[in-house]
């Protein structure tokens, strides 16, 4: 803590230069960028000596607003002694706030105190346990989206929105909130479909199957998708295995007229920036409210312009969603906001006891996917069957088909090699990277995880396996991963190998190496230990 | 964000020089002093090309825990580009962090991401509402306490405290809590008189007034106050201007033992130390839910070793409490706790409507303390009179004194000059600094605030005089700050000074003018307009 008297001490000891005032009096400080990544949160650096510091607010923490050429960004300050940092005639901004305010380093900017955010008293009231009303909530996202929330403030919208339930009103409004807060695409067409997973299932690639599936049929998907926030892999983060993924929102727009999809990262169109945000906290908090996960996933297909989406909530006792009855009042919250929203949806609640496929990480889930598409002996037969499903309850949003026939006819387009050929199609459009699904560029250095014991697997961790295959390095090191031999319910004898890990770096390698003794993430016991299916589907 | 692209290309331009692993195979970097205040949120600074960075959970947000010498800390992980700010050798530590650790720069450490704080499952049950039991409240006093908790975290905690409210039970298990988690003093003493104002009217600095009074009758009042947080001057910023006030735990025990009191920070003993962290993130949310503040005060008090206390609450339309029924639920809840701790505690509740005193800022009130204590003419009648009281609710736990006679023993006590000699004993005691209350040392600049129109005061808003007097320069600049010629109810006419401003920087002088020109703080109407009194006190 800076205390009255070490101030003066150094004041006396550097004393500063005087800065000249802008036009509207205000001191101006040269803009200099900070090279620190903060995560999302953007922070402004002063130097102690700077005479600006010792005006009201401008103490650590506080947040401050930073202008220049009529552009703005708001940040929170971090006082610094360090000339090396911001000398006292400037103001630094980390990396992604000094990318905001889109003005080169050396300009003249001023800076203030921030005006607390307008939805400062809704966000009173929510924490109070009160119920919020549209406007607020368009309020509380706008101010989100524009980075006017600290994060100590996300933090308590976070918690307060968890900890005194939104009401399923409420929901609906933060949704369209959100969506208003950013871009909103439009595919002039009549029907847009999408497909969206609640996530917590590693491995578990289906869009990569269902989007060529549905798009050679002729609908029109223009996936966008995220990276990985806490899994070893995201959809993008596959994706861009085989093709570039991060094109800008024209380029994404001409593929999706010329193939009627895209796989792509939705990070580039600023679509529910909001959404973004939240993340940032929920993230660290692990927290995952109903409602906030409804609000997110809605708010990004919607601004991304679907018309209709086909829901998958996986249930497991490792999973995002541990019971039936819990995944029914999910799906219920979906349908009612999805419904105030106009746009059309479909839920189905899916087997999540286990990972979907073989390979957990970039490489290894590319390589699965890949086989599947080329019909391989050895595609992983759960993700071939879950994405067909997936995919003919999408095709079945056609009104030419006839309930029922979607399964068969998404299977008749994969095996005939049509999803292969779509799949191509939209590697080279997007800028196809080399890769052999026979050859997969895996990481240097493996070892493998064997059983202790003979018997059969009764339980595979989803949460235990995505996190060796983290510490393995995956999503960073495309080629880092998880491969598992053995899947629930499979026989094993003792010495056989569960499953290989593959990493980059020797430290990569002994963290996971360490994780997978102290708990492999499966167990292995009599066949009728073997955990029911939750639902049939 | 970081891709994976952008972090392989960076690797192959600047490739880092491969880190010596310690004893116990972890890689070691060098420990490195980062001159940024984070405002007592520890952050880690690593260099984006340092092989740790790639490992799991190494990137920005995520908690680390460094380690030294068998001592550790925990931080949130920061990542730069700059190796002018870390190279990819070393790892930096904010500077609150770096003095925790205690370990000199350059000193090998190993860094491994940190295991989430026990507590934090105990966290998820309050954030859902549940009720925690005792073992849990003090895991989680303990776990803030040691820095365990991010920011994100703390938000939480606070946030999910207030909105599903602490039953009184809860109340108390958390103070005790607080108190487990730092030093607890021991006078050895049967009988420890503190006083304490849960704060939000500025002025109000009769601490300075009643320790001397009760001290002169020998009672032992050790008074450790904090520093000012949102509010102009703090009792301890106050003292300063008289007297040292950071003294080492030591010389303060052998103050009091001379002395039978002191006035001295409350900073250096760690005394209920995840206050102190809890306070960083209350401030900027501006929460001060009843049960945070009765665990903070009841904490700080008891870890002090107090047995006795006076609790000051003033009620007033700009006050923190704005009506006699809040202030009762206050004093019911405050009396519970205080119970359950071995504390007896007597609540009085105050005149809240306006500031105590004439001046506003450390060197105004130390002026009006002094002059109180030598009977000067000019003395504020409002703060000798409330001091008064207070000391006499005061002397009255001495088993000697008779219920009502405490008011005439501590105005015989002022009025004869015993007060002026204990606390000029205490100045000695301490560490005499140089003041004359008829030449403070006010602030270089000063304007004036007058009256728009005839009338009288009938309103002075204690936040937008304590934002003026903050503005002007308070608490930092200790001469600057707010001196009131007008007081509610008194006759004024149009051009007449309200109030004086005091400032030592021109900069400072222009945040205060603009301030005070949008809204002075004062309203001038009819007689009958003037706020009743809510308490006859």
């Given at each position: 803590m800076t205390t009255p008297t070490d101030t003066t001490a150094a004041l006396k000891l550097s004393p500063c230069p005087p800065v000249p005032p802008s036009d509207d009096g205000r001191t101006q400080l040269k803009l200099r960028r900070v090279a620190i990544d903060t995560y999302r949160e953007n922070v402004a650096y002063l130097h102690r000596d700077c005479e600006l510091y010792r005006a009201e607010g401008f103490q650590a923490l506080a947040k401050v607003e930073v202008r220049a050429n009529g552009r703005r960004v708001l940040a929170t300050l971090n006082v610094t002694l360090d000339p090396r940092i911001v000398r006292c005639d400037e103001i630094g901004l980390s990396m992604e706030a000094f990318a905001q305010l889109g003005v080169e380093a050396g300009h003249p900017v001023t800076i203030q105190q921030a005006e607390p955010p307008a939805s400062i008293a809704a966000l009173h009231r929510k924490i109070g346990g009160e119920r919020l009303t549209r406007e607020e909530f368009y309020a509380i996202a706008r101010d989100i989206a524009e980075h006017r929330y600290s994060k100590i403030e996300l933090s308590a919208f976070v918690v307060a929105t968890h900890a005194s339930e939104l009401d399923r009103e409420e929901v609906y409004f933060l949704t369209e909130g959100m969506i208003a807060a950013g871009q909103r695409l439009d595919w002039r067409e009549r029907l847009v479909v999408d497909k969206h997973c609640i996530g917590g299932i590693p491995g578990n690639r289906t869009s990569m199957l269902v989007v060529p599936i549905v798009a050679a049929h002729g609908l029109v998907c223009p996936k966008t998708s995220s990276r990985a926030i806490t899994s070893p892999a995201g959809t993008a983060d596959t994706m861009e295995v085989l093709a570039e993924v991060e094109l800008p929102i024209e380029r994404l727009q001409e593929i999706v007229r010329a193939h009627r999809a895209c796989l792509a990262w939705g990070g580039t169109a600023q679509l529910s920036p909001a959404d973004d945000v939240l993340i940032a906290v929920e993230r660290p908090l692990s927290l995952d409210s109903p409602a906030q996960m409804v609000a997110s996933i809605l708010s990004k297909k919607v601004a991304a312009g679907s018309n209709h989406l086909v829901l998958d909530i996986p249930v497991g006792p490792t999973a995002k969603v541990r019971s039936v009855p819990d995944a029914q009042r999910l799906r219920r919250l979906f349908e009612y906001v999805a419904r105030r929203l106009g746009l059309s949806i479909d839920v189905v609640i899916t087997d999540g006891r286990q990972p979907i496929g073989q390979g957990i990480g970039p490489v290894l889930e590319a390589r699965d996917v890949m086989r599947v598409l080329h019909n391989h002996p050895h595609a992983p037969i759960d993700l071939r069957q879950k994405a067909l499903r997936l995919a003919g309850r999408l095709l079945e949003c056609d009104p030419d088909i006839?309930?029922?026939?979607?399964?068969?006819?998404?299977?008749?387009?994969?095996?005939?090699?049509?999803?292969?050929?779509?799949?191509?199609?939209?590697?080279?459009?997007?800028?196809?990277?080399?890769?052999?699904?026979?050859?997969?560029?895996?990481?240097?250095?493996?070892?493998?995880?064997?059983?202790?014991?003979?018997?059969?697997?009764?339980?595979?961790?989803?949460?235990?396996?995505?996190?060796?295959?983290?510490?393995?390095?995956?999503?960073?090191?495309?080629?880092?991963?998880?491969?598992?031999?053995?899947?629930?319910?499979?026989?094993?004898?003792?010495?056989?190998?569960?499953?290989?890990?593959?990493?980059?770096?020797?430290?990569?390698?002994?963290?996971?190496?360490?994780a997978s003794a102290h708990a492999s993430g499966y167990t292995i016991g009599e066949p009728h230990e073997v955990p029911q299916m939750f639902v049939e589907f």
């Open positions: 006839r309930g029922g026939d979607g399964y068969g006819i998404a299977r008749d387009i994969l095996d005939s090699g049509r999803a292969l050929a779509k799949m191509q199609a939209l590697i080279e459009a997007q800028g196809a990277r080399p890769f052999d699904p026979e050859r997969p560029p895996l990481a240097r250095h493996r070892f493998e995880v064997t059983a202790a014991r003979d018997g059969v697997v009764t339980g595979i961790d989803n949460q235990r396996i995505a996190r060796i295959a983290r510490l393995a390095g995956a999503p960073k090191v495309a080629g880092a991963g998880v491969d598992l031999m053995r899947k629930l319910g499979e026989p094993v004898r003792a010495g056989e190998v569960l499953y290989h890990v593959y990493a980059e770096y020797p430290a990569d390698l002994e963290f996971a190496r360490e």
